[in-house]
């Protein structure tokens, strides 16, 4: 199993900047890839960005492409998710998942941190 830890959320200014991180632990070895979804009130979860663990190969939502950046660091087996140029309309509770070698799905999940940009 992967254990999925995620920090970095707060409140910030519309154009201001976070940085997410996600920790993993457990069996890392077993890591394809990693997301980052969001939610907000009342909307469903939605992709935002991912990374392939071992190539660092990147994809983006349409809406946060430009402005945000996923990365990792796999010596710390943990992955970011630098967002910058803000909106309001970032604002939800922003979820790290994995996907490991061999399945078609994210199998694990962290436990979310709450994003809000006020205006």
């Known amino acids: 199993q992967v254990q999925l830890v995620e920090s970095g959320g707060g409140l910030v200014q519309a154009g201001g900047s976070l940085t997410l991180s996600c920790a993993a632990s457990g069996q890392t070895f077993s890591i394809y890839l990693m997301g980052w979804f969001r939610q907000a009130p009342g909307r469903e979860r939605e992709f935002v960005a991912r990374?392939?663990?071992?190539?660092?190969?990147?994809w983006y939502a349409d809406s946060v492409r430009g402005r945000f950046t996923v990365s990792r660091d796999n010596a710390k087996n943990t992955v970011y998710l630098q967002m910058n140029r803000l909106k309001p309309e970032d604002t939800a509770v922003y979820y790290c998942?994995?996907?490991?070698?061999?399945?078609?799905?994210?199998?694990?999940w962290g436990q979310g941190t709450q994003v809000t940009v006020s205006s």
């Open positions: 998942a994995s996907v490991v070698v061999g399945s078609g799905k994210y199998d694990y």
């Open positions: 990374i392939r663990w071992n190539d660092g190969i990147t």
